[in-house]
């Protein structure tokens, strides 16, 4: 059987379980995947119900709506990058159809495998099958779906090439170590771990190994109900994806540290670059603009580049140390915009576009870019949670709060995730959550005590609990990290809606004419 098919601008490599648009792959799960390879195979004919449902849920008892559900991701998916919704026909009654363009079937030898997994000079990760350590032997599904799931949520993220599953897999039920797994895969980082079901409850292990040195680089046991399994699965592999993302990036930073500046390429400038933004200070986001800059000279059309180089003028403007407000503002869109017009698959790019707009002023264009960047990797915790926020900015307060509590879920303790406290603080005061506004505004100062933002929002919340005296300390602490701070924000204007504004304010006065 032909494991590449063609059609239109698409190609679905059913050995990898990836569907490419063009050379760059899509966010469409492992079960989806499965639903497009059985109408592919069948173009032209009717798929039964039954059909459909054994290919994505072997041996399951699922409900139709389930398949309903991936049928029209699918249908999303071909609208979205090439207009082609009715792709997929509908048989009342009976099934599915693919009536699309012309399907070409073919093998995939080496020289035609999709540019995206194939091995390049960065570091590359494998995961390895996840281990059924469970009694039951139908849970080996279950690990196996988690598994294929994980796969495909970290390619999202293209920091790193990701082994294809078929590579991967090869490995399943050997007891193989970690460092020849490296060299017969030309992998840097293996991900590894195991499923233990108990009753209702499961537990997943997972553990990130430097292949060179086998040493542990990241282990973490994840918890959970067994209800429904399915969203249990796509769950798990979000935040293990979502966490692992972040050690990936910083292993190999403190790998980069011991090389030689002058022998940097592109690739490496950009992951020093973005260490330094992680600083949260004046001399850091200079020094990684610096590195960008250096990066674009010798790579002219570099996303990440212009990204970082946006994100660094961001920075200079969340912290307060821009030259001119209006100049940086412009910089950061400017080099967003050339970003996201060189690689608009990015998610990471959109999620720096959307900041921009933030600080240009255009909040329905920074949530169309957010949206975007969620879209493109539901796993981005940081794009979620800026979803929510300009949400909540916007109004839609209950949403963007629940929005931006998913995002800081996902990876609550990423450096960039400091701000989104504050965020949420500001919003729950808007909501009248007071308590839970000083618990994150509290939470935003320990993660970055220099941020007198945090401390501005704290002091708001803890006065309309009428804690005056613990409010005025942290407005005093505001005004010494950042004198004429507290004067500033009196014009402050953050929502659409006066009344909000006003009621954060409140707070403020409150405590000046009290203390």
Request: charged share 25%; proline share 4%; aromatic share 8%.
């Amino acid at each position: 059987m032909a494991n590449i098919h063609t059609f239109g601008p698409f190609c679905l490599d059913a050995d990898a379980g990836i569907l490419f648009h063009g050379a760059e792959p899509t966010a469409l799960g492992q079960r989806a995947v499965a639903l497009l390879r059985l109408l592919l195979e069948r173009a032209g004919e009717p798929v039964s119900k039954e059909a459909l449902i054994e290919a994505a849920w072997p041996r399951l008892a699922v409900e139709d709506s389930n398949l309903t559900v991936q049928i029209a991701t699918l249908r999303r998916v071909f609208e979205d990058a090439a207009g082609g919704g009715s792709w997929i026909e509908t048989l009342p009654r009976r099934g599915y159809r693919y009536v699309g363009p012309e399907v070409v079937n073919g093998e995939s030898p080496a020289e035609t495998t999709p540019p995206a997994l194939a091995l390049s000079d960065k570091p590359s990760v494998a995961v390895l099958p996840f281990t059924n350590l469970s009694d039951d032997p139908e849970q080996e599904y279950f690990a196996d779906g988690l598994t294929e799931d994980i796969i495909t949520a970290l390619s999202l993220w293209r920091s790193f090439p990701v082994i294809a599953r078929t590579s991967t897999f090869v490995f399943k039920g050997k007891a193989a170590n970690v460092q020849e797994v490296g060299r017969e895969l030309g992998a840097r980082y293996v991900l590894e771990g195991s499923v233990r079901k108990a009753e209702d409850k499961v537990r997943v292990a997972a553990q990130l190994v430097d292949c060179e040195t086998g040493h542990h680089v990241w282990a973490e046991t994840f918890d959970r109900q067994l209800m429904d399994v399915f969203d249990l699965q796509d769950d798990l592999a979000k935040k293990i994806t979502a966490i692992v993302t972040p050690e990936l990036e910083h292993a190999e930073y403190r790998r980069l540290l011991a090389q030689k500046p002058q022998n940097l390429d592109a690739w490496n400038l950009v992951q020093r670059g973005t260490a330094e933004l992680d600083a949260y200070s004046k001399e850091g986001n200079a020094r990684a603009r610096e590195l960008f800059l250096r990066a674009l000279e010798l790579d002219p059309a570099y996303c990440k580049a212009f990204a970082g180089v946006a994100l660094s003028y961001i920075r200079d403007l969340m912290l307060g140390h821009a030259h001119s407000r209006e100049e940086a503002a412009d910089n950061a869109l400017a080099n967003a915009r050339k970003a996201v017009a060189l690689d608009r698959s990015d998610s990471y790019a959109q999620a720096i576009l959307g900041m921009a707009y933030i600080w240009s002023g255009q909040q329905e264009e920074a949530r169309l870019s957010f949206q975007r960047a969620v879209e493109l990797n539901p796993s981005h915790g940081y794009a979620r949670a800026s979803l929510g926020n300009i949400l909540d900015l916007m109004g839609q307060s209950e949403e963007g709060i629940a929005m931006m509590e998913d995002g800081i879920r996902l990876n609550p303790d990423a450096p960039n995730m400091r701000h989104i406290y504050t965020f949420l603080a500001r919003a729950l005061i808007g909501a009248h959550r007071y308590d839970q506004a000083v618990e994150w505004a509290r939470r935003g100062t320990n993660a970055d005590p220099g941020n007198p933002n945090a401390q501005y929002l704290l002091a708001a919340g803890l006065a309309h609990l009428d804690r005056i005296k613990e409010a005025g300390v942290a407005l005093s602490r505001c005004e010494r990290i950042q004198p004429g701070f507290i004067a500033a924000r009196a014009d402050w204007r953050p929502y659409q809606d006066s009344a909000r504004n006003e009621h954060i304010l409140d707070g403020i006065r409150k405590v000046r004419q009290q203390l």
